[in-house]
């Protein structure tokens, strides 16, 4: 069966700081895969969506960035972290060419940035 | 510009009545429709879904509705229980590349 890891789970960073989220999926070959942003009190914002290695596409222009290095590895940055970057982050995969359609989400980081 | 969105931040309902949780939707393209479950710091978990080609879509006790021509998609819960207190996102893909998301309606099911 597909399981999704992401980590840490939790993480408390200073203003400025630089940030690395990652997220691996198991169990399925060539995913969609997706990083979300829930921000205290709002939805889900999709923050990138990759459809293969190095395919990485941005949704939000911010100071956050995406990188897919495997097949089943998408990695969430920022150089310099600020405020308004606190938040829920997800990450979720679909099947992609294994035309499974529904997203399944990682268990989330908890970002808050002082 | 919010491109699905869910009026409604939050319904209290009695335990064993109907719950209804409606959802709307702009973009005509939408042709693939999902509602999620979500509880305090975890990651959402998939319910049901339905493609536009269907109206209805059951599976248990929950049913989602779409109706095309109002743009309008509702989760119904029938009979409501405690656990079913969460926060319940739709979600809307126009291909299956992208998914976009509701604000969420925080269900409680009262005892």
């Known amino acids: 069966s597909q399981t999704i890891h992401q980590w840490p789970a939790t993480l408390v960073q200073p203003v400025g700081s630089p940030l690395s989220l990652e997220c691996t999926v198991e169990?399925?070959?060539?995913?969609?895969l997706y990083w979300y942003r829930q921000a205290a009190g709002r939805g889900l914002q999709l923050l990138f969506y990759?459809?293969?290695?190095?395919?990485i596409s941005s949704e939000v222009p911010q100071n956050l960035s995406a990188s897919r290095p495997q097949d089943r590895q998408f990695i969430l940055s920022s150089k310099k972290l600020l405020l308004s970057d606190s938040g829920f982050y997800l990450c979720?995969?679909?099947?992609?060419?294994?035309?499974?359609?529904?997203?399944?989400f990682g268990p989330g980081t908890r970002l808050t940035v002082l | 510009d919010q491109q699905v969105k869910q009026n409604s931040p939050s319904l209290s309902v009695q335990e064993g009545r109907i719950s209804i949780l409606n959802c709307d939707y702009t973009n005509s393209m939408f042709d693939y429709f999902l509602w999620y479950k979500k509880y305090p710091a975890e990651g959402p978990t998939f319910l049901i879904s339905?493609?536009?080609?269907?109206d209805k879509n059951e599976d248990g006790r929950f049913t989602v509705f779409l109706n095309k021509s109002a743009k309008h998609l509702s989760l119904h819960i029938v009979p409501s229980q405690p656990g079913d207190s969460a926060v319940y996102f739709c979600a809307a893909s126009p291909f299956f590349n992208k998914f976009y998301f509701g604000s969420g309606t925080k269900l409680n099911v009262k005892p």
């Open positions: 339905i493609s536009s080609i269907k």
């Open positions: 169990g399925t070959s060539n995913p969609n």
């Open positions: 979720a995969w679909t099947g992609g060419l294994a035309g499974i359609n529904e997203q399944f």
């Open positions: 990759s459809v293969g290695i190095g395919q």
